[in-house]
């Protein structure tokens, strides 16, 4: 039920843009994204419920198509603070508690 | 606020030791969950307490275990230690509610273990 992200990887220059994607397999009532610096906790981006509801953080937005099952981070004339990794993650479980979390895309973001 | 503390951060074992780790949730959060994060294989779920009572179980062998207390606050024990079991355990803490989208993570920023 691990939801699948892609890019696995990106590199982007200070100013370019840059798309994260995030499916699963199984039907999605919510998906969270979250942010990891390099030794540092992950960070809560936003959380998108169903109905096709966007989100924003900053120049950070993000899409969920819930017929699709899919999500899309979108980052916009990105940052050097923007580097990290990103995941996207679904509820799951008897409660919703037990999170599913995609593999993560590594974003680098050079001057 | 205080965030979510863990400890110790760094520890190194032998394999067939065991470890206990702790994780002090936001003070008001009555979820803590368990997260394995390796390189290969992202973030894993451990497992998920609420009120003292274990609500959810990832996919793991019994050597993984967990409990939490009266005051919300979680320890994860390993036992047997296996070189696999390398990795970093990231502890999370929520409000804990069930309705959908309605709990956002706080994580800590991790115990990493090294078992040689």
């Known amino acids: 039920q691990q939801p699948v992200q892609s890019p696995q990887a990106v590199i982007l220059r200070e100013g370019e843009d840059a798309v994260i994607n995030c499916s699963s397999s199984?039907?999605?009532?919510?998906v969270h994204w979250y942010r990891q610096k390099h030794g540092e906790a992950p960070v809560f981006l936003m959380i998108?419920?169903?109905?096709?509801e966007q989100k924003g953080h900053e120049k950070i937005s993000a899409s969920f198509n819930e017929k699709k099952q899919q999500s899309s981070l979108y980052l916009t004339a990105s940052q050097l603070s923007y580097s990290g990794t990103y995941f996207c993650?679904?509820?799951?479980?008897?409660?919703?508690?037990?999170?599913?979390f995609g593999t993560g895309t590594s974003l680098t973001v050079i001057p | 606020k205080a965030g979510v503390t863990q400890t110790p951060r760094y520890l190194i074992k032998t394999r067939g030791q065991q470890v206990t780790l702790s994780c002090s949730p936001i003070?008001?959060?009555?979820?803590v969950s368990w997260y394995q994060q390796t390189p290969g294989q992202g973030l894993q779920f451990l497992f998920e307490?609420?009120?003292?009572?274990?609500?959810n179980k990832g996919n793991f062998p019994g050597r993984f275990s967990g409990r939490q207390f009266s005051n919300s606050r979680s320890e994860m024990n390993v036992s047997t230690l296996e070189l696999g079991d390398s990795a970093l355990y990231l502890c999370?803490?929520?409000?804990?509610?069930?309705?959908?989208?309605?709990?956002?993570?706080?994580f800590g920023a991790g115990s990493r273990l090294t078992v040689l």
């Open positions: 199984k039907a999605l009532y919510s």
């Open positions: 003070s008001g959060h009555r979820s």
């Open positions: 999370a803490s929520s409000l804990g509610g069930t309705l959908s989208g309605a709990n956002v993570l706080t």
């Open positions: 993650g679904t509820e799951g479980g008897s409660t919703g508690n037990q999170f599913y």
């Open positions: 307490y609420f009120s003292e009572t274990q609500r």
């Open positions: 998108l419920l169903k109905g096709g």
